[in-house]
């Protein structure tokens, strides 16, 4: 059974175009995030969220918006998409203080 | 906040080299410490992690990281790699009872030559 998992795999849209990821996890862990991985591989957190808070990094633009339906999802919707954002995306989740399981990420391309 | 940092970005070895791959922390108090790996085209896998106690911890695939308070740092070592160890390899850090997010360094792209 996969633990965390993502859709899409790979997403090609248009400048200004809105797009949504959705991550979901079977681990029954309370946090939940979103990482960026650059093209030269640097991740960056943009969100950590649990039932009781939602953490945004400031870097993040405010066209970026985590959406949690339940404690198992966190979906990431981009508005207005533009070229800088074409990276590799990827949900986690974590239990506590403990390792976070990665999803296998979803490949942007921004055209 | 936390900051973590990675000296090396490439390392080139021969099959069977021995490998030592530095990281170095900061952050004011108690942490916990983590080595993932991320095979070409992939997802991040846990290598290893360190919480409290013996300061060497073992992980998978014969990697191991010693944590030396002192000196803030949680060095990843394998005694031989194989050329399937060719990855880009993350340390990250946590605050220990936090659980918000990890914080990456900036990894180390290692490729092993057959």
């Known amino acids: 059974d996969t633990a965390v998992s993502q859709t899409p795999k790979y997403l090609v849209t248009q400048m200004g175009n809105d797009k949504s990821i959705k991550c979901e996890q079977n681990?029954?862990?309370?946090?939940m995030y979103w990482y960026k991985q650059d093209s030269k591989k640097f991740l960056k957190i943009m969100f950590s969220y649990n039932n009781k808070e939602l953490i945004i990094n400031e870097t993040v633009p405010n066209r970026f918006s985590p959406k949690s339906p339940d404690k198992a999802h966190l979906n990431l919707h981009i508005n207005s998409l533009e070229l800088g954002d074409s990276a590799v995306y990827f949900c986690?989740?974590?239990?506590?203080?403990?390792?976070?399981?990665f999803g296998p990420g979803t490949r942007l391309t921004v055209l | 906040a936390q900051s973590v940092s990675q000296h090396n970005h490439h390392v080139i070895l021969s099959e069977a080299a021995s490998l030592e791959l530095g990281c170095n922390y900061s952050?004011?108090?108690?942490?916990?410490l983590f080595w993932y790996v991320q095979y070409p085209g992939q997802h991040l896998q846990l290598l290893l992690k360190?919480?409290?106690?013996?300061?060497l911890v073992k992980g998978i695939k014969g990697f191991e990281a010693e944590f030396i308070k002192s000196k803030f740092s949680f060095n990843l070592r394998k005694p031989s790699v194989q050329w399937s160890d060719t990855a880009e390899y993350f340390c990250?850090?946590?605050?220990?009872?936090?659980?918000?997010?990890?914080?990456f360094g900036s990894g180390t792209q290692l490729t092993v030559l057959p």
């Open positions: 952050y004011g108090g108690t942490v916990n």
């Open positions: 990250a850090v946590r605050p220990s009872g936090s659980a918000r997010q990890l914080t």
């Open positions: 681990l029954g862990h309370d946090t």
């Open positions: 360190y919480f409290s106690g013996d300061p």
């Open positions: 986690a989740s974590s239990q506590d203080d403990r390792d976070a399981y």
